[in-house]
C-alpha cells in the first residue's frame, strides 16, 4: 500500500529521533543484512538504515532495492540515511487518513 503525503510527512516526523539499525558498508546487500533488515522491521515499523561507501544514486537505488526485498515503503533519503516503513502484523504507529 503506498503511502499518502501526509502519512509521508508524518513518519518523516516520527523517525527524526531514530537512530540506524541496520548498516550497510563496502561489502553491500547481503544475506545477513537482509535477515537483520527483516528482523528490526518487523519489531519496529519504522527504522533508519545507514548506507556507506556509494555514491549518491548508487545509495537511492539500493534503497529502493531494499524496500522491494522487504516489502517495505521509502519514506525518506538524507544523505547516507534511508528511512523504510512496513505495518506490523499488530501495528504500533497510528497512520493518518
Keep these: ?22 548498516m550497510i ?28 561507501g556509494v555514491d549518491r544514486d548508487e545509495r537511492r537505488q539500493m534503497a529502493e532495492n531494499l524496500c522491494k526485498q522487504s ?6 533519503t538524507i544523505g547516507h540515511i534511508a528511512v523504510l516503513y512496513r505495518r506490523a502484523k499488530e501495528p504500533v504507529i497510528k497512520l493518518p487518513k
Excluded: F, W
Design 25 to 52: 558498508g563496502n561489502s553491500g546487500v547481503t544475506e545477513g543484512v537482509l535477515s537483520e533488515l527483516e528482523t528490526c522491521l518487523a519489531h519496529h515499523e519504522l527504522i533508519k538504515v545507514r548506507i556507506s
Design 1 to 22: 500500500m503506498p503511502l499518502t503525503n501526509k502519512q509521508n510527512k508524518y513518519l518523516r516526523g516520527l523517525s527524526h529521533d531514530l537512530k540506524p539499525v541496520v
Design 71 to 76: 516489502n517495505s515503503e521509502l519514506v525518506n
